[in-house]
């Protein structure tokens, strides 16, 4: 995982559609994984009687700009680039 996440950036760099496509896939699931930690350490913190509302602000923040970073690839800059 640190190795794919360190190429990742790398791969950016490729002009090539496939490399654009496939890092918005890839983002997508970042953010739903993001969602899904959030809602387990929500279900930990509740049951140790923990505040959870900065946590759940903090990761649901790191979700929408995992988000935001797939929906600027869509922009028609980038994709002529990526063309």
Same mark, same amino acid.
């Given at each position: 995982?640190?190795? =794919?996440?360190? @190429? =990742?950036?790398?791969?950016?760099?490729?002009?090539?559609?496939?490399?654009?496509?496939?890092?918005?896939?890839? /983002?997508?699931?970042?953010? @739903?994984? !993001? *969602?899904?930690? $959030?809602?387990?350490?929500? +279900?930990?913190?509740? @049951?140790?009687?923990?505040? !959870?509302?900065?946590?759940?602000?903090? +990761?649901? *923040? @790191?979700? $929408? +700009?995992? *988000?935001? $970073? =797939? !929906?600027?690839?869509?922009? /028609?800059?980038?994709? =002529? !680039?990526? $063309?």
């Amino acid at each position: 995982m640190t190795v =794919a996440c360190l @190429i =990742a950036p790398f791969l950016m760099l490729i002009r090539h559609d496939y490399f654009r496509k496939t890092s918005q896939i890839v /983002q997508f699931g970042l953010a @739903i994984m !993001w *969602l899904h930690t $959030a809602y387990h350490i929500y +279900l930990i913190r509740v @049951i140790h009687s923990q505040p !959870w509302q900065r946590m759940a602000i903090i +990761l649901g *923040l @790191i979700s $929408a +700009l995992t *988000l935001l $970073a =797939a !929906w600027v690839l869509e922009n /028609q800059r980038v994709k =002529a !680039w990526y $063309a």
